[in-house]
């Protein structure tokens, strides 16, 4: 079930989401080569609990898979292949030349706030840096699809189709979701599809677009048994932008900015 949101619900979803930026504004001045991923993590859950809030994705078990081990960390600190869900380490040290995703989730008042950005440390091949760009750009078209009236799947198709029109591939296997009470609601929100197709938007409706584009052919991200971190199959590197919005009737609000 697709559940609308209250303007009561979503200013509480506003706040969550303004702390989510927050943590990610401030790591943004903390992230330099020679800082482990753990550094990170550690800085960010202080920074939440400091603000009367709690890590969403901290013990966070997905639904309906109970065998899993519950993720332990804060944020996902995901690096160059690995497209999702790295866990922060402190024997990973983030170096010159990567491309780090970062990922953070609160729940403040009984509601989440979810969104990521792919930092660039120091210089980057410039291949590298227009799949980091393209991949942000993919964020804003989607987001700009999602208004009343639209389908689920114009955000899907246009995020596709800007990734592709740069030879890169769509990881088709991890999605995007509802979001609000609960942390991943209904529905899921792929990076492809096909136009004018799936569920009719409705103004709050909110939503986790999450677009993970790759340089390589990798249409999935794939993990070791019982590991977390989730790579490309090519080993090429991935990028990732997320943000929270709330579907308006003239356009979307981004909850997470
Ligand atoms: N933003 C990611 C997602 O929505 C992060 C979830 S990590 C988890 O799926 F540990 F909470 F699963
Ligand atoms: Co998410």
């Not at 979803?13 to 990610?24: D, I, P, S």
């Not at 799947?153 to 296997?173: L, Q």
Request: proline letters at 4%; charged letters at 25%.
């Amino acid at each position: 079930m697709i559940t609308i949101k209250s303007e009561r619900e979503i200013e509480l979803m506003r706040e969550a989401g303004r702390l989510v930026a927050r943590v990610l504004d401030m790591l943004e001045n903390e992230i330099r080569p020679g800082i482990s991923t753990k550094r990170l993590d550690e800085l960010a859950e202080q920074f939440i609990r400091d603000h009367n809030a709690v890590p969403s994705f901290l013990n966070y078990v997905p639904k309906g898979e109970s065998g899993v081990t519950p993720y332990p960390a804060t944020l996902c600190v995901s690096i160059n292949e690995e497209v999702v869900h790295g866990v922060p380490s402190t024997k990973r040290i983030i170096h010159e030349g990567e491309i780090v995703s970062v990922d953070c989730g609160v729940y403040k008042s009984g509601y989440h706030g979810d969104s990521a950005r792919t930092y660039i440390i120091g210089e980057v091949d410039p291949a590298v840096r227009q799949l980091v760009d393209v991949t942000r750009e993919c964020l804003d078209l989607g987001i700009e699809q999602a208004v009343e009236g639209n389908r689920l799947h114009d955000i899907s198709a246009a995020i596709e189709k800007h990734a592709r029109s740069f030879g890169y591939s769509v990881i088709e296997n991890m999605v995007g979701h509802g979001i609000g009470s609960e942390l991943h609601e209904e529905p899921a929100v792929p990076n492809y599809g096909r136009p004018h197709t799936g569920v009719k938007l409705r103004s709050g409706m909110t939503l986790a677009i999450e677009p993970m584009i790759a340089l390589g052919r990798s249409r999935r991200a794939v993990s070791k048994r019982g590991a977390w971190a989730a790579v490309t199959e090519d080993g090429s590197y991935s990028a990732h932008f997320e943000h929270t919005i709330a579907i308006g009737k003239a356009q979307a609000e981004i909850l997470t900015k």
